[in-house]
Nanobody, 127 residues
Framework: QVQLVESGGGLVQAGGSLRLSCAASGRTASMYGMGWFRQAPGKEREFVAYISWGVDGTYYADSVKGRFTIAADNAKNTLLLQMNSLKPEDTAVYYC????????????????????WGQGTQVTVSS
């Protein structure tokens, strides 16, 4: 089992920045990758960013490329998402997720590839 706890959400004006954190605990050595997803009211859960665990490799949704940066502190088992130039359409509940499946590195945008999910943190961007 892997437990995930997100933090860092909040309210910010358009153009501002926020940094989300996700603390992982439990059997983290079994993880192959971690990702961030988001879900706005009335919409499906959407892929945001992915990072391979223990090796280099990141992947971003086109909608956040150049504005968001995913990073991992493997020693501290912490996943980060730096969000800059935020837009009102970035408003959503943000979830971190962890995968113990090796193939997550080939299809990181598929939520079905992930085995564990955090409880989510709200990000609201005002115009």
């Amino acid at each position: 089992q892997v437990q995930l706890v997100e933090s860092g959400g909040g309210l910010v004006q358009a153009g501002g920045s926020l940094r989300l954190s996700c603390a992982a605990s439990g059997r983290t050595a079994s993880m192959y990758g971690m990702g961030w997803f988001r879900q706005a009211p009335g919409k499906e859960r959407e892929f945001v960013a992915y990072i391979s665990w223990g090796v280099d490799g990141t992947y971003y949704a086109d909608s956040v490329k150049g504005r968001f940066t995913i990073a991992a502190d493997n020693a501290k088992n912490t996943l980060l998402l730096q969000m800059n130039s935020l837009k009102p359409e970035d408003t959503a509940v943000y979830y971190c997720a962890a995968s113990i499946q090796p193939y997550v590195r080939t299809i990181p945008m598929n939520p079905g590839t992930y085995d564990y999910w955090g409880q989510g943190t709200q990000v609201t961007v005002s115009s």
